[in-house]
């Protein structure tokens, strides 16, 4: 586009839709666009700060105002999307759809985006005329960036991955929840805390106690994740599956377009971090490579990998929610071999899912489209 693209944005009101605009703001990206914002309730009120004037906020259900844009990005969620994206459509509107849900990803005219990994592919479907680009799932995203450099080079036969995923991956109000049930804890268990000659296990039955009672919060996550995990993220699919771990293989193909298959497998698992997913990586190579090569390769992948050494010291400072939380890092450590033989490789890998996971594929896909990337 010769001009500035016309850009509306949906949903930034949202944790993923917040950190959009934080990064947008930081990239200097609203100077190389003309940005309208859109709300589902906030419509006619002023348009958030980003540092030039734009117009008030207008309804995110106008399908005349939305279909005069060049550009949709929408951080709404997936009801937004099936009710809006058709609407346009239908409407005529031939402009390019930004989405970070997953309604639209595995339609065939999606392409996923995650631009470092997969950048050929999308200009690819830029020539071709394509005009859907679909965030990929967050979880899947983080684990391609961190072994981008041993699947590049078709050195891996399968990965098993176990996710630890924070709790910001379920939205704002599971956050709200997990903090309300660290209060009910932490106020349960004070006498016993401040009481030094408590035992442990007395201060256990407090926690205990507190996880029970009627009154815990757990109305948004169902079951207690202070002071615990939930091995179960989504719903029930094929084979045993939750929808999350299907996607782990589904959306690695379609965004990298793996050839030969690469099988990816796990289970996911939602733990008490506030922000960050993490996963245990079990990977099968297709020959025994030397550590050395296997490490050089996964840090010369792209620039925001961080190859950590397999150390305590290391480890505790550098692979962990509280180190890459709100970075662009993608740490993997704990590299070594496995008994299982000397094709097998452990890892380990943090990155923030509200960057790499979802807002900064987006913001880096509408630079494309302004031509500034």
């Known amino acids: 586009m010769a001009r500035k693209p ?20 930081l990239e200097g990206d609203f100077e190389r666009i003309e940005p309208v914002f859109f709300s589902t309730s906030r419509a006619g ?5 980003i540092g030039r004037p734009v117009p008030p906020v207008g309804d995110a259900y106008d399908v005349e105002a939305l279909r005069r844009l060049d550009v949709v990005v929408s951080c709404q969620g997936g009801e937004w999307t099936s009710a809006m994206y058709p609407a346009l459509r239908r409407a005529g509107w031939k402009g390019y759809f930004v989405d970070a849900a997953s309604t639209l990803r595995m339609h065939d005219e999606s392409v996923l985006v995650l631009d470092p990994l997969n950048r050929a592919r999308i200009d690819e479907a830029l020539a071709r005329g394509a005009r859907d680009f679909i965030g990929a799932n967050c979880t899947v995203s983080l684990m391609l960036m961190a072994v981008h450099g041993l699947l590049v080079r078709g050195w891996v036969e399968w990965i098993s991955t176990m996710t630890y995923q924070a ?11 997990l903090v309300a049930q660290m209060r009910a804890i932490g106020q349960a268990a ?10 442990a296990l007395e201060l256990d039955r407090a926690v205990s106690a507190a996880m029970a009672d009627a009154s815990f919060p757990r109305a948004e996550l169902g079951v207690p994740l202070a002071a615990s ?7 029930a699919v094929e084979d045993g599956r939750t929808r999350e771990e299907w996607k782990g293989h ?7 377009g793996l050839d030969p298959p690469v099988p990816i497998d796990g289970i996911c698992v939602r733990v008490g971090a506030m922000r960050c997913h993490s996963q245990g990586l079990t990977i099968k190579l297709r020959r025994p490579v030397p550590l050395d090569e296997v490490e050089a390769a996964i840090a010369s992948a792209h620039p925001w990998v961080r190859l950590v050494p397999n150390e305590r010291e290391a480890t505790l400072e550098r692979l962990t929610p509280a180190a890459v939380a709100g970075t662009l890092d993608i740490a993997i450590g704990r590299l070594h071999r496995l008994r299982m033989g000397p094709e097998y490789v452990g890892a380990f890998t943090c990155g923030d899912q509200l960057l790499w996971g979802a807002a900064e594929p987006l913001r880096r896909m509408v630079r494309i489209l302004a031509g500034a990337l």
């Not at 016309?6 to 703001?25: A, D, F, K, P």
């Not at 009120?45 to 700060?49: L, Q, S, Y």
């Open 45 to 49: 009120e002023p348009a958030p700060d």
């Open 167 to 177: 709790a910001s991956g379920a939205g704002a109000r599971a956050v709200r929840e």
């Open 190 to 199: 004070s006498a016993a805390l401040d009481d030094p000659a408590c035992g």
């Open 229 to 235: 995990l939930i091995p179960w993220i989504d719903r």
């Open 6 to 25: 016309t850009v509306g944005l949906v949903g930034w009101r949202g944790m993923v839709g917040s950190v959009l605009l934080e990064r947008m703001r």
């Open 250 to 256: 589904v959306e690695a193909h379609k965004l990298l």
